[in-house]
């Protein structure tokens, strides 16, 4: 689906060669682009997404594509948080779309939106899974400095996620937050918290079991922030975190990352983090 008016387009396809995961194809245009892959796992690549931009301005277009192949594993982040700057006249907006085939495995963990002052941001994701393949997908939402030094300056944060299993939608995820026409500290709002955060998982190898273990772990964890786990119709579940600091919510994020390496695979985490 590639258009030239696309600010940026970027698209990664990756493949099972002997007992690696390698690029099959990669490529890049415009305000997009990869670094060369660090392989923190010897058998998984693992991208960097930069923004040659430096933040998404009033009417940018990004675009996303992202392949699996079949036993192929890769884990997928940014270099920097999605600026999003003040847009007068249309939002900015990015879509995403990701195919995991057979028994692929993927980690697609940016660092987090923030939005600016009136900033307009839209972000449609759409994610096609087949039998045995693992998702593990988080966003996080942080509202950005304001000369008033108010924390919803933003005009409009609007991201919506689908995930299908076998063609059979099975995750609709849609946050619209739009501090102008809804009341941010309301119940069912953001309720006194300013930043937001998502991550879903969706695997074969989740339980009743694991997600419980998962909630008395998360219990433990200090910091001032509320979350919520709701299990799937397929195996896996969705973890939503609300904080005042981005820190707590990759906190949390990371302890579901590392107990599911921990049950499911006997591996440890290895920190994405770029500072």
Partial sequence: MYKKQWTGFLCLDIEKRTDKSVPKDVFYYNALKVQRPIYHNPLRPCYYILNLGGGYLNGDTYRLEIF??????LTVTSLGATLIYKTPTTPAYQ?????????????????????YENARFRQ????????????????????????????????????????????????????KLEPEKQEMAAL???????????????SEKSTKEFINLLQTKIDKQSGDFKTGISSLTVPGFAVRIMANMTQDIQRIISTCHTLLNEKWYANTTNSLRKY
């Avoid at 699996?68 to 594993?73: D, G, H, L, Q, T």
């Fill in 188 to 202: 069912g709002y953001m309720e006194n918290y300013t930043h937001l955060g998502t991550f879903i998982v969706i």
């Fill in 68 to 73: 699996v192949r079949k036993n192929a594993e």
């Fill in 95 to 115: 879509e995403t779309e990701i195919l995991l085939e057979e028994n692929s495995y993927l980690e697609y963990l940016p660092d987090p939106i923030i939005g």
């Fill in 124 to 175: 449609r994701d759409t994610i096609y899974m087949k039998k045995g393949a693992t998702l593990l997908y988080s966003d996080i939402l942080t509202p950005g400095w304001s000369a008033q030094g108010q924390s919803f300056m933003y005009k409009l944060l609007h991201l919506t996620t689908k995930i299908f299993m076998e063609d059979k939608l099975v995750v609709f995820d849609n946050i």
